[in-house]
């Protein structure tokens, strides 16, 4: 029995997707059923029950009659904890549906596409899809704690919440804490505010198994919090609890992180997420338009992949754009649509450069461009020369290094100019109206 059920595993395993084998097909068991005539498998929960026998039902059906023989032998599924035809046991708890949106522990919704079965792998992300699925399905694992850094728009929060969605629907039970570090950061000054902060503590400390942490990098600077969430990633990580980070940094390139925090992110097991290439942007549309039911013709798609490339919310952008056109005028999706959707899109990627950057902030602050990257540290050169760097990170392509060394500075100081801003454009009225300036002016039709 056993020798048989192995063997058909082995050839299912060369006929599926090593994510899907993984992710559906491993944790399935199977054994002789009341008659001759029929096998039992058993699935974790009802949703691994629902997806195996709808996507993988056919070909698992052909390789138990192939290797066992037995062109008249039926199969039965069922959860476990309870027998194929009997009510759930009284114990047993009724997992949520993927579509319903789920409700962590702690923390934020999860969005209900935000699955592994939503997400496209390709060259790009596979070790991150890999890695995430890997830590989600183990309880026990050597490697307790993930970090995930990528740009804005490329699948990290997909990632982190799919991770979330796995554990909930195979272990219902799990405490799964699922937020961005503004929101740690902001629960623990209200903590102290209101006296609460050992309740806070035990929250975390005690109460967590799982720890979904968002955007980490917006600890930068914030030494009490860092200090705070050290203590409580130390607790949790020799617990064996499962934790997982995201950022669009590395941990090394986070300026002001204290040492011990940065050290607890760089024991984690580190994958990056680059953009998609031409072939995984295509099964990303081609996905989406399945999700949403539109019907894109293949050259729209493959004019949309080959014009949208900087991320996965531009490429979203171009569909939903297209789709919507063609809805409100009432004509057909073609490509002279699809053009005069993305015109829209990539025209101001385009015409935005470093140069151009450099020499509208210098007027709005009267300072030469020779002065806004010179070496000079002087007060009324600071704040320009932060606010183009952020522009220049914010409304052109260009890879950070090459923007520190457009303005004649490492990485890191382009990285905490950025920061800079980002942080005065919530405590500084003035820098608000500043950035509202240029982003006016770098709208479409401005320049």
């Known amino acids: ?59 698992i059906a052909a390789e138990f009659q192939r290797i066992l023989g037995r062109a008249d032998l039926q199969i039965a599924y069922q959860v476990a904890g309870r027998s194929n035809g009997q009510k759930l046991d009284p114990g047993f708890i009724q997992l949520p549906l993927p579509s319903e949106t789920i409700r962590p522990h702690n923390g934020r919704f999860l969005r209900r596409d935000f699955t592994f079965d939503q997400f496209v792998v390709g ?3 596979d070790f991150a899809y890999s890695a995430s699925l890997s830590l989600a399905s183990r309880r026990e ?4 704690a993930l970090f995930l850094f990528a740009g804005t728009g490329l699948g990290k929060s997909h990632l982190s919440q799919a991770i979330g969605h796995h554990i909930l629907n195979q272990n219902p039970d799990e405490r799964v804490y699922y937020m961005t570090a503004e929101d740690f950061s902001n629960e623990m000054v209200q903590a102290y505010r209101y006296d609460t902060i050992d309740k806070f503590k035990s929250k975390y400390r005690d109460h967590c198994d799982v720890l979904l942490l968002e955007d980490v990098h917006v600890l930068a600077g914030k030494e009490r919090t860092q200090i705070e969430l050290a203590m409580t990633l130390d607790t949790l990580s020799e617990s064996g609890k499962r934790i997982i980070f995201s950022s669009c940094h590395r ?16 024991s984690s097991l580190i994958s990056a997420i680059d953009p998609p290439n031409y072939r995984t942007r295509v099964r990303i549309l081609q996905r989406k338009s399945e999700l ?3 019907r894109i013709p293949l050259t729209v798609v493959d004019y949309l992949a080959a014009e949208l490339q900087d991320d996965i919310r531009q490429l979203e952008s171009g569909l939903n754009g297209v789709a919507a056109k063609s809805s409100l005028l009432g004509v057909p999706i073609d490509l002279l649509l699809a ?17 151009l950057i450099k020499k509208m902030t ?43 060394k457009a303005f004649n500075r490492y990485h890191a100081t382009a990285l905490h100019s950025i920061h800079s801003i980002e942080k005065a454009i919530k405590s500084d009225g003035s820098v608000r109206q500043q950035v509202e300036f240029f982003r006016q002016k770098l709208e479409p039709g401005k320049l």
């Open 1 to 59: 029995m056993e020798k048989g059920w192995k063997e058909i595993r082995t050839a299912l395993k060369k006929r599926v997707e090593a994510h899907s084998y993984r992710m559906w097909i491993e944790p399935l068991e199977a054994s002789p059923g009341g008659e001759d005539a029929e096998w039992v498998i058993t699935c974790p929960n009802a949703f691994s029950r629902k997806r195996v026998q709808e996507h993988f039902g056919a070909v």
């Open 123 to 125: 060259s790009s992300n």
């Open 141 to 144: 694992s050597q490697q307790s």
């Open 251 to 266: 941990p090394s390139e986070i300026p002001k992180i204290h040492d011990k925090l940065r050290s607890r992110f760089s």
């Open 292 to 294: 949403l039911g539109y």
């Open 339 to 355: 053009e005069s959707v993305v015109k829209h899109i990539v025209s101001q990627r385009k015409k935005i450069t470093l140069e």
């Open 362 to 404: 210098c007027k709005y602050y009267n300072v030469a461009v020779e002065d806004l990257v010179s070496r000079s540290r002087k007060q009324n050169l600071v704040r320009p020369r932060q606010m183009a760097i952020y522009l220049s990170r914010r409304y052109t392509d260009a890879p950070l290094q090459s923007i520190g």
